[in-house]
């Protein structure tokens, strides 16, 4: 299997579909991670690509009991007091890797798989339906226990609006839909209807120091630019390293004349719905820009 995996992608909806043979999954808030379990180790890939084993050692570790061969796709997580903890996981993801060690004593991460995408007798089994990859996960992962564990998953609606509905209070997002028949490709394949829906706004500049950005000026999908709230401490530990290798461009004015630091445009800051009405936004997490 060619490295970096390309991953699958869900389209946002407003209520989850019906009209067909679909599996559900409840929609856990983290990071998006592949484990790839080699002959030799195990290597956890971003979303992006990018290669974030030195932040998370504690679940790679629990990844070498997994067979060599075995690739899998799921959301790395931190459980805090029964419930997920987003702003846990944006620390430890801003962190060096030796500050990521020391918080994993405290917070253990957590990985909650949905699919195998490589299985260890079977080979690449990206093109085989969901059904058919969903029992493969569930037999590399037998007897493999905590922190590694598949999603919950029912082919019942009545089941997947209960975990929308009861599960909010843990942390859980919403609800994933997946076809029964679906194979697995880097594509919009999924549908997801999660409690708030964010929406991307391309992040243009920052205000403050761009090692702890106060604000950031983004642009929303109707092409207007506009300045967040202020940024969580999470928040701004995250964009100052998600934009540490930017080049520094000479400072720049909002239209209500603040001035700021401009950026290339490879940092996406997803945005509540709803706040979007107003000059000022709601910016929940970032993330690097996809790449094609």
Not at 58 to 71: F, H, N, Q, R
Request: charged content about 25%; overall charge positive.
């Amino acid at each position: 299997m060619d490295e970096p995996v390309r991953v699958a992608l869900a389209q946002a909806a407003p209520v989850l579909p019906t009209d067909g043979l679909w599996w559900y999954e409840p929609k856990f808030d983290g990071h998006r991670a592949i484990m790839h379990r080699g002959l030799d180790g195990v290597r956890l890939q971003s979303r992006s690509g990018r290669d974030i084993t030195s932040w998370w050692l504690d679940v790679a570790l629990a990844g070498m009991e997994l067979l060599p061969g075995t690739v899998l796709d799921g959301e790395l997580v931190i459980w805090n007091g029964g419930r997920l903890d987003f702003g846990a996981v944006q620390s430890r993801a801003a962190s060096t890797p030796a500050r990521a060690r020391r918080l994993a004593e405290d917070l253990p991460g957590s990985y909650a798989v949905w699919d195998c995408i490589e299985h260890p007798v079977h080979g690449d089994v990206r093109g085989r339906p969901y059904v058919e990859r969903r029992r493969l996960l569930l037999d590399v992962l037998a007897g493999i226990g905590p922190p590694i564990q598949a999603v919950p998953a029912s082919d019942d609606i009545a089941t997947a609006l209960d975990w929308y509905a009861s599960l909010r209070s843990i942390g859980v997002e919403g609800v994933v839909a997946k076809r029964a028949g679906s194979v697995y490709r880097p594509s919009r394949i999924w549908v997801k209807v999660r409690h708030s829906e964010p929406v991307d706004a391309v992040v243009f500049g920052v205000t403050g120091p761009r090692s702890r950005p106060r604000t950031l000026v983004v642009e929303l999908p109707d092409g207007r630019r506009a300045l967040s709230q202020r940024l969580t401490a999470q928040l701004s530990a995250a964009a100052a390293a998600l934009l540490a290798a930017e080049e520094v461009r000479p400072l720049a004015r909002t239209q209500g004349g603040e001035r700021y630091g401009p950026v290339g445009g490879g940092l996406v800051a997803e945005v509540l719905a709803g706040s979007t009405r107003h000059r000022v936004v709601t910016v929940t997490r970032l993330r690097p820009a996809e790449t094609d």
